[in-house]
C-alpha cells in the first residue's frame, strides 16, 4: 500500500487465483510497431499484467533511410512496409487475435508521405494506424519500463531506430518531462559516416535538447540496439544470467565496453558473440549513444528493459486494478499454477510460510509468493533432474518485473525446494549474485517448501494444521491433532534438511491440540 497527499492508499495485490491463472477467457492481443528501421508483429496470448509473446517477427523496412535527405519515405521502403502490414494481418488472423493494435513513430511522423503511407495500409488491411507524437513516444516506453520492473524509479531512454525519447519513470507513473530528440540509430549511422566529428554532434544535441537535470543513479536502457549491446556485454564478461531484461551494470563499464565495439572493425563486428547479422550495422551507432548520453547525464548504473514501447501500450490498456497487480507475482502463477497438481496449494504455502522471516520487506514477500507459485513446476520431471531443470527453467524463464539478483534467488530456492545440493557446481555463477544472508534465505525458503509439501501431501488442509518456526538453535514442526504428528522417515529427513540449512543444533515435531489455536 502506498500513499501520497491527498490520495487515496493504493492497493497491490500479491494474491494467487488458479482461476485468473487459467486464463482461459481471454483472446491472443497483438500489436505492429511501424518504427524507423523496422516494422515489428508481436502477438501475446492475452492483454493482461504479464503478457507473454506467442510470436514475435519483425521486417527490416529501413523506413527512416534517406528521410533527412529527401523528407520522403523512399518508395522501396513504402512498398515493403505495407506488404509486411499485409502479412502480419493474415498471421493475426489466422492466430485468431481478437485485437489488433498498430501505431508508428518517428519516420512516419516526419515523412511529407506518412500520412499517405497510412492511408495505404488501411486500404490494402483494414488496420488504422496511430502516428505517435515524440511525447507520446516517450511516454509509452516509460510505461514499459513501469510495467517490466518492481517500482521503477529512474531515467529511461528509448533509442529507436529514428529517434532518441528520454523521460522519467517515477514508481507507478511518467514524470512530466519528457524529450525526443533525431538520434536514431540511423541519423547516428549518417553522422558517423561523414567526414566531421560525430562525438560533437551528437554532444552539442544532447546539451541543446536534454537538460542534465535528467541525471539519476539509474538509467533504464530501452531499444533493440541497446538490447544487442547487453547480450554482447552479458557474453563478453560471463554473465550467470543470459537474460536482457534486468541487466544491471554500472555506467563506467557500459562506457568502456561502448568503446570497445567503436575500435572494431566491420568484420570483428560480424564476428562478436551475441550480435545477429542484422544489427552489425547499427550497434556501433547504438555503442556511441549510450557513451554519449551516460556521460551527459552521469547515471551510476543502467538497467536493460526488454519492455518498451509495444509493453507501455499495452500496459496503458489494462484496468488500473489490473495495472497494480504484481508483474512478477503474475506471470510466476501463470506458468506455475496450470501445471501444478494441486493449484490451491500454492496458496496455502503462502500463508505457511508468511512468518517465517523477521523483518520480510514487501520485495521479500513478492519474491516468496512468486516461489510459492513456481514450487510445483517440476513434479512432471524426473527426480534425479528435477532440481537442476527446475533451477535452470526459473533462471532463464522470461519473467518481469526482476533483477539478475532477483532471477538467481527464486532459482536458488526451486533448487533447494527439490532438494538440490546447495554445493552443486552449477549453482556458482548464480550464487555469486546473492550475498551471504541473502543466498540462505533463498535456500531455507526452499526446504521449508520442500518440508510442506512431504508433509501435507501437497493438499491445503494439512498444511493448514501445521505450523513452522525458525530459531537460530532449533527448528520446530507443530502439527495439529487432527493431522497427527507424522512418524514418517522422509518427514523427518526433510525438517532436519531444513535445519542444517539454517545451522540449528536440532530439530523437533510436536503436536498441538488445535482447539487452542483457535481459543488464541
Known amino acids: 500500500m502506498r500513499a501520497e497527499a491527498g490520495t487515496k492508499p493504493i492497493h497491490r495485490p500479491l494474491d494467487l487465483d488458479p482461476k485468473r491463472a487459467g486464463r482461459l477467457e481471454r483472446d491472443p492481443y497483438g500489436i505492429i510497431d511501424i518504427g524507423s528501421n523496422s516494422v515489428r508483429l508481436v502477438v501475446y496470448d492475452q492483454l493482461g499484467r504479464a503478457p507473454l509473446p506467442r510470436f514475435n517477427e519483425k521486417s527490416l523496412c529501413r523506413l527512416g533511410d534517406g528521410l533527412a535527405q529527401t523528407g520522403l519515405i523512399a518508395a522501396d521502403g513504402f512498398r515493403r512496409t505495407v506488404e509486411a502490414v499485409r502479412r502480419f494481418r493474415a498471421i493475426a488472423d489466422a492466430m485468431k487475435v481478437a485485437r489488433l493494435d498498430a501505431t508508428a513513430t518517428e519516420a512516419v511522423r516526419r515523412a511529407a508521405n506518412g500520412k499517405d503511407l497510412v492511408d495505404t495500409i488501411r486500404a490494402e488491411t483494414g488496420i488504422d494506424v496511430r502516428i505517435l507524437s515524440g511525447a507520446e513516444e516517450a511516454r509509452f516506453a516509460t510505461l514499459g519500463v513501469i510495467s517490466g520492473f518492481f517500482r521503477p524509479v529512474g531515467v529511461v531512454g528509448d533509442m529507436g531506430g529514428g529517434s532518441l525519447e528520454v523521460a522519467e519513470a517515477l514508481d507507478d507513473r511518467v514524470g512530466e518531462r519528457w524529450v525526443s530528440l533525431p538520434l536514431g540509430a540511423l541519423p547516428v549511422e549518417a553522422l558517423m559516416q561523414e567526414k566531421g566529428n560525430a562525438k560533437r554532434s551528437i554532444d552539442a544535441l544532447l546539451k541543446g535538447g536534454l537538460p542534465s537535470s535528467f541525471g539519476h543513479p539509474t538509467f533504464f536502457a530501452v531499444g533493440g ?64 549513444m549510450l557513451d554519449r548520453v551516460l556521460k551527459h547525464l552521469s547515471p551510476e548504473h543502467l538497467v536493460f528493459s526488454a519492455l518498451g514501447l509495444r509493453e507501455g501500450w499495452l500496459y496503458s490498456q489494462l484496468a488500473e486494478e489490473e495495472r497494480y497487480l504484481d508483474p512478477l507475482v503474475e506471470g510466476a502463477q501463470l506458468v506455475g499454477l496450470p501445471a501444478a497438481r494441486v493449484p490451491d496449494f500454492a496458496q496455502a504455502l503462502v500463508s505457511w510460510t508468511a512468518d517465517l522471516f523477521d523483518g520480510e520487506t514487501p520485495a521479500d514477500t513478492r519474491l516468496r509468493v512468486a516461489l510459492c507459485a513456481l514450487s510445483d513446476l517440476g513434479w512432471r520431471d524426473h527426480p534425479d533432474i528435477r532440481a537442476e531443470e527446475s533451477f535452470r527453467r526459473v533462471l532463464q524463464f522470461p519473467f518481469i518485473g526482476l533483477e539478475h539478483s532477483e532471477r538467481a534467488f527464486l532459482a536458488v530456492a526451486i533448487h533447494a525446494r527439490y532438494a538440490g545440493r546447495l554445493d552443486a557446481a552449477y549453482l556458482g555463477p548464480a550464487q555469486r549474485l546473492l550475498q551471504g544472508e541473502r543466498r540462505r534465505h533463498a535456500e531455507v525458503l526452499g526446504r521449508a517448501i520442500l518440508l510442506a509439501y512431504r508433509l501435507s501431501g501437497g493438499t491445503p488442509s494439512v498444511l493448514a494444521s501445521s505450523r513452522l518456526s525458525i530459531g537460530p538453535n532449533r527448528v520446530r514442526l507443530e502439527v495439529g491433532s487432527s493431522a497427527r504428528v507424522p512418524d514418517s522417515e522422509a518427514v523427518s529427513e526433510r525438517l532436519s534438511l531444513l535445519a542444517a540449512t539454517v545451522g540449528a543444533k536440532s530439530s523437533e515435531i510436536t503436536e498441538f491440540d488445535e482447539t487452542e489455536k483457535e481459543d488464541r
Open 225 to 288: 540496439g541497446w538490447r544487442t549491446f547487453a547480450k554482447a556485454h552479458m557474453l563478453a564478461v560471463g554473465a550467470p544470467v543470459q537474460v536482457v531484461h534486468g541487466y544491471r551494470i554500472a555506467a563506467t563499464d557500459a562506457r568502456a565496453f561502448a568503446k570497445t565495439i567503436l575500435r572494431l572493425s566491420a568484420s570483428k563486428l560480424a564476428e562478436l558473440e551475441g550480435v545477429p547479422k542484422r544489427r552489425v550495422r547499427t550497434l556501433p551507432a547504438a555503442a556511441m
